[in-house]
């Protein structure tokens, strides 16, 4: 049985940083993508970033590009997203998710397994 469990999440100030992780059980990095997506109230889920790995592979969307960055830990089975520079537009509940194969990918519908969420608040 493929698990994630998100945590790391928490309030901070704006200019602050969180760092989130995202712990995999099931399910080898090697052979798999890992996605962090992001979910505020009212508004469609979005990625966030992406990683594949096996070869290192990432990709981020331009509202964080520069100021966030994956990686994935193998000794632990987990990926991690620190999170600089933060501000209120990045409040949301972020969530992990991971795919068999890999090839990252910044398409959710791709994503076979998410975790259960971890909340960010960033207040001004």
């Known amino acids: 049985e493929v698990q994630l469990v998100e945590s790391g999440g928490g309030l901070v100030q704006a200019g602050g940083s969180l760092r989130l992780s995202c712990k995999v059980s099931?399910?080898?990095?090697?052979?798999?993508?890992i996605g962090w997506f992001r979910q505020a109230p009212g508004k469609q889920r979005e990625a966030v970033s992406c990683?594949?790995?096996?070869?290192?592979?990432?990709y981020y969307a331009d509202s964080v590009r520069g100021r966030f960055t994956i990686s994935a830990d193998d000794a632990n089975n987990a990926v991690w997203l620190q999170m600089n520079s933060l501000n209120p537009h990045d409040t949301a509940t972020y969530y992990c998710?991971?795919?068999?194969?890999?090839?990252?990918?910044?398409?959710?519908?791709?994503?076979?397994?998410w975790g259960q969420g971890t909340q960010v608040t960033v207040f001004s």
């Open positions: 099931g399910l080898s990095l090697d052979d798999s993508a």
């Open positions: 990683i594949a790995p096996n070869d290192g592979t990432t």
């Open positions: 998710a991971a795919k068999g194969g890999p090839i990252a990918t910044m398409n959710d519908l791709m994503y076979d397994y």
